[in-house]
Nanobody, 116 residues
Framework: QVQLVESGGGLVQAGGSLRLSCAAS????????MGWYRQASGKQRELVAA???????NYADSVKGRFTISRDNGKITVFLQMNSLKPEDTAVYYC??????????WGKGTLVTVSS
């Protein structure tokens, strides 16, 4: 129904920036909200940022002031601008979409590694 593909991950030095992208395809008009989650090695997956179809946003306390979530005017691509990166931001970042039918869809993830 909905397919999500992440891109933009990589290796960056502490204090640097990366911009992640998530492209949605399929029944994209049925998407009500999208977000980014991350999972560090050996830890639980956590919500990083989310954005609704009305462009309301929500951020984890650990990334407020450093990360910004946004979407394009067609609402088929969502971005995560990550600034002032810290080693503790190292994780696999997953794109998530919630459909109007309340179903959740997940991308396969993109690895972000921040060196000290």
């Amino acid at each position: 129904q909905v397919q999500l593909v992440e891109s933009g991950g990589g290796l960056v030095q502490a204090g640097g920036s990366l911009r992640l992208s998530c492209a949605a395809s399929g029944s994209s008009r049925s998407i009500n909200a999208m977000g980014w989650y991350r999972q560090a090695s050996g830890k639980q997956r956590e919500l990083v940022a989310a954005i609704t179809s009305g462009d309301n946003t929500n951020y984890a306390d650990s990334v407020k002031g450093r990360f910004t979530i946004s979407r394009d005017n067609g609402k088929i691509t969502v971005f995560l601008q990550m600034n002032s990166l810290k080693p503790e931001d190292t994780a696999v970042y997953y794109c998530n979409a919630k459909g109007k039918n309340l179903m959740n869809y997940w991308g396969k993830g993109t690895l972000v590694t921040v060196s000290s």
